[in-house]
């Protein structure tokens, strides 16, 4: 991807604003809607931060294993199975939440300390491919973002119903 050190730090500020923005948007949920449904196949506001939760410990080690190993191998995984599998309604919702907080707390201070040389790290994804630490900034840095909206839209259709 080659992006420039200034698109970095951007995206590395994106990232670590990420749980605001996820906390701001569940905020506005009300209780009653927490666990309703947009769709048949869609998830609730719960299941999208229980799935946040996941996908950001998932994150914390891609990223980790891109740094550290030689020609680390990032395992893919079916994110809907997982939802399903664990029954991310049963699951607690502050638990989940406090997890991508600790997580990204845990993680911006090792980007924002990263090298060029560190940048360049690349790696193999069982899905898709090449994986370079650009790549994983790239998705992570809008991963939060997409959620929060994601939570909005199920608020708006909710209070449309």
Same mark, same amino acid.
């Given at each position: *991807? &080659?992006?420039? /050190? /200034?698109? +970095?730090?951007? *995206?590395?500020? =994106?990232?670590?604003?990420?749980?605001? %923005?996820?906390?701001?948007?569940?905020?506005?949920?009300?209780?009653? &809607?927490?666990?309703?449904?947009?769709?048949?196949?869609?998830?609730?506001?719960?299941?999208?931060?229980?799935?946040? &939760?996941?996908?950001?410990?998932?994150?914390? *080690? =891609?990223?980790?294993?891109?740094? $550290?190993?030689?020609?680390? %191998?990032?395992?893919?995984?079916?994110?809907?199975?997982?939802?399903?599998?664990?029954?991310?309604?049963?699951?607690?919702?502050?638990? $989940?939440?406090?997890?991508?907080? !600790?997580?990204?707390?845990?993680?911006?201070?090792? %980007?924002?300390? *990263?090298?060029?040389?560190?940048?360049?790290?690349?790696? =193999?994804?069982?899905?898709?491919? +090449?994986?370079? $630490?650009?790549?994983?900034? !790239?998705?992570?840095?809008?991963?939060?973002?997409?959620?929060? +909206?994601?939570?909005?839209?199920?608020?708006? /259709?909710?209070?449309? +119903?």
């Amino acid at each position: *991807m &080659a992006f420039t /050190a /200034a698109e +970095r730090a951007g *995206m590395i500020e =994106r990232y670590a604003h990420g749980p605001a %923005l996820l906390k701001r948007a569940l905020a506005k949920v009300p209780a009653e &809607a927490l666990k309703w449904k947009p769709a048949a196949g869609r998830w609730s506001a719960h299941e999208i931060v229980v799935h946040c &939760a996941d996908s950001e410990t998932n994150a914390h *080690m =891609r990223l980790r294993y891109l740094l $550290a190993e030689p020609d680390p %191998l990032i395992v893919g995984y079916d994110q809907d199975r997982w939802a399903l599998t664990f029954d991310y309604h049963a699951h607690p919702l502050d638990t $989940a939440l406090a997890t991508v907080e !600790a997580v990204r707390g845990n993680t911006v201070p090792l %980007l924002r300390r *990263m090298t060029d040389r560190d940048w360049q790290r690349v790696g =193999r994804h069982s899905e898709s491919g +090449r994986y370079a $630490a650009e790549d994983w900034l !790239a998705i992570y840095a809008e991963h939060l973002e997409k959620h929060s +909206r994601q939570i909005e839209r199920n608020l708006e /259709a909710w209070n449309a +119903r």
